[in-house]
């Protein structure tokens, strides 16, 4: 069973993903994450950046849906979100859990790390916070608690430390909580 911090991070997540509020993930969730991100950056539609990282994130969104158990393949609920995040990847084996959170620290990266340096940079952290409406606010602060040993860069080992605590950790001292933002502080749209 998820316990109480738990439950608060994953419905902040799912919060996230469902861009526009209608309570469902679903695919139009994550292109327009894409299309906030290429606005962001200024990728024009139907330029070659625009076009790949809206393949991007219409790649996640067939992994997300291969992965959790719908009703309904084309949308995903807050109880089917908790309920794949409990049996598979909270409390289920270390095999799928290492798989998943792999994934996620390498989507972020591939996405996020503009600059190809291998790193995360502040300024890239913020991109990552505006493009999920994550409340900017935060993003010093969880770049910090991120940034293990404070050499003011996120390397791929820190992220997945962090993706691997936001997910399991039920320590709410964790420093991996902060990935996505104040959990109990909703979104910025
Ligand atoms: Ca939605
Ligand atoms: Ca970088
Ligand atoms: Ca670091």
Not at 59 to 84: G, Q
Request: glycine share 6%; charged share 30%.
């Amino acid at each position: 069973m998820l316990t109480e911090l738990q439950v608060a991070k994953l419905t902040h997540y799912f919060n996230l993903l469902d861009f526009d509020n209608n309570g469902f993930i679903e695919k139009d969730d994550f292109i327009a994450i894409g299309e906030n991100l290429c606005v962001i950056w200024g990728f024009k539609e139907g330029s070659d950046n625009y076009d790949k990282y809206i393949s991007m994130f219409d790649h996640s969104w067939t992994e997300f849906r291969n992965a959790v158990d719908y009703h309904d393949p084309n949308h995903a609920t807050i109880a089917e979100w908790l309920k794949f995040m409990d049996e598979h990847v909270v409390n289920g084996t270390d095999e799928f859990f290492k798989s998943y959170i792999r994934n996620v620290a390498e989507e972020i990266f591939d996405c996020f790390d503009v600059d190809k340096d291998g790193t995360i940079s502040l300024d890239e952290y913020i991109d990552f916070f505006m493009a999920y409406g994550i409340p900017v606010r935060y993003s010093a602060k969880s770049y910090t608690m991120l940034d293990l040993n404070s050499d003011d860069l996120l390397s791929r080992e820190e992220m997945l430390s962090a993706v691997e605590e936001f997910f399991r950790s039920n320590d709410k001292n964790s420093p991996g909580n902060w990935l996505y933002g104040f959990w109990e502080a909703g979104k910025s749209l």
